[in-house]
């Protein structure tokens, strides 16, 4: 007697179903996390052209009061002019991405704005760094002087309204950043040539908080929403040179 085992097919158009919702959810999610991420390089590169436009644009510019009685420039006393002009000139190139106070430090964006006088002494090996202005140990910070009203004031003395990028109604009560270039701080110090002559710096610094856009729980869950960005730019200052600075 011969016995045939008939083979039962199977219908694999339901297995073929599965693997392609499988891999289709996986194509989602990457297509979403490139989207999500173009959106954060976008703010990336807004933000950090705005500390490079405003250093550039306060790089040949005097932070420091000129007194007309002694004919000497007065280092000791911040010119608001030079620190708000670099801030607002930052806030402007960044538009539209705009700048966000908060109460919440962790998701308050800030711009910082430092002077140094570097010299380095060779009898001691030592760098002498001196930090403008000194009444901001941490740094010229845009929230600090909007809350103290020096903001206001300065575009009030011009004649003109607070720009637009600057109006955010959260100002007032925003949380400051600090500068993470204390004169003190080998992150300053390892970006100095001992063998360079006494030279003046600016450094600009941006803090901004980017708020996703998709706000997917699959990246919400594992990534930090706002993601903090911090971008600077380091450029000369002439008129910060540990020399005396001629009389005008």
Same mark, same amino acid.
């Given at each position: 007697?011969?016995?045939?085992?008939?083979?039962?097919?199977?219908?694999?158009?339901?297995?073929?179903?599965?693997?392609?919702?499988?891999?289709?959810?996986?194509?989602?999610?990457?297509?979403?996390?490139?989207?999500?991420?173009?959106?954060?390089?976008?703010?990336?590169?807004?933000?950090?052209?705005?500390?490079?436009?405003?250093?550039?644009?306060?790089?040949?510019?005097?932070?420091?009061?000129?007194?007309?009685?002694?004919?000497?420039?007065?280092?000791?006393?911040?010119?608001?002019?030079?620190?708000?002009?670099? #801030?607002?000139?930052? %806030?402007?190139?960044?538009? =539209? &991405?705009? *700048?966000?106070?908060?109460?919440?430090?962790?998701? $308050?964006?800030?711009?910082?704005?430092?002077?140094?006088?570097?010299?380095?002494?060779?009898?001691?090996?030592?760098?002498?760094?001196?930090?403008?202005?000194?009444?901001?140990?941490?740094?010229?910070?845009?929230?600090?002087?909007?809350?103290?009203?020096?903001? #206001?004031?300065?575009? %009030?003395?011009?004649?003109? =309204? &607070?720009? *637009?990028?600057?109006?955010?109604?959260?100002?007032? $009560?925003?949380?400051?950043?600090?500068?993470?270039?204390?004169?003190?701080?080998?992150?300053?110090?390892?970006?100095?040539?001992?063998?360079?002559?006494?030279?003046?710096?600016?450094?600009?610094?941006?803090?901004?908080?980017?708020?996703?856009?998709?706000?997917?729980?699959?990246?919400?869950?594992?990534?930090?929403? =706002? &993601?903090?960005?911090?971008?600077?730019?380091?450029?000369?200052? $002439?008129?910060?040179?540990?020399?005396?600075?001629?009389?005008?």
């Amino acid at each position: 007697m011969k016995l045939f085992v008939l083979g039962k097919k199977g219908n694999r158009s339901g297995q073929s179903f599965t693997e392609l919702s499988l891999v289709l959810l996986i194509l989602a999610l990457i297509l979403a996390g490139v989207v999500e991420y173009g959106f954060m390089l976008n703010s990336y590169l807004h933000v950090l052209d705005g500390a490079r436009e405003g250093a550039r644009f306060s790089s040949n510019s005097n932070p420091f009061t000129f007194n007309d009685v002694s004919q000497a420039y007065e280092y000791d006393n911040p010119e608001q002019r030079f620190y708000i002009s670099t #801030a607002a000139e930052v %806030a402007s190139v960044m538009d =539209p &991405i705009a *700048l966000r106070p908060s109460s919440d430090p962790t998701k $308050s964006d800030d711009v910082v704005v430092s002077v140094y006088s570097v010299t380095y002494l060779h009898d001691t090996s030592q760098w002498s760094i001196v930090q403008y202005p000194s009444q901001d140990p941490h740094g010229w910070s845009l929230c600090t002087h909007y809350k103290n009203g020096n903001v #206001a004031t300065f575009f %009030a003395l011009k004649g003109v =309204p &607070i720009p *637009l990028y600057l109006r955010d109604v959260n100002w007032p $009560s925003c949380s400051p950043q600090q500068t993470k270039f204390s004169s003190s701080s080998s992150l300053l110090q390892s970006r100095l040539d001992p063998n360079a002559p006494a030279t003046g710096m600016l450094i600009v610094e941006v803090y901004y908080h980017y708020s996703q856009v998709m706000k997917l729980p699959v990246f919400t869950s594992i990534i930090p929403d =706002p &993601i903090p960005i911090h971008t600077y730019t380091i450029m000369p200052l $002439s008129a910060a040179e540990a020399t005396p600075t001629p009389s005008p």
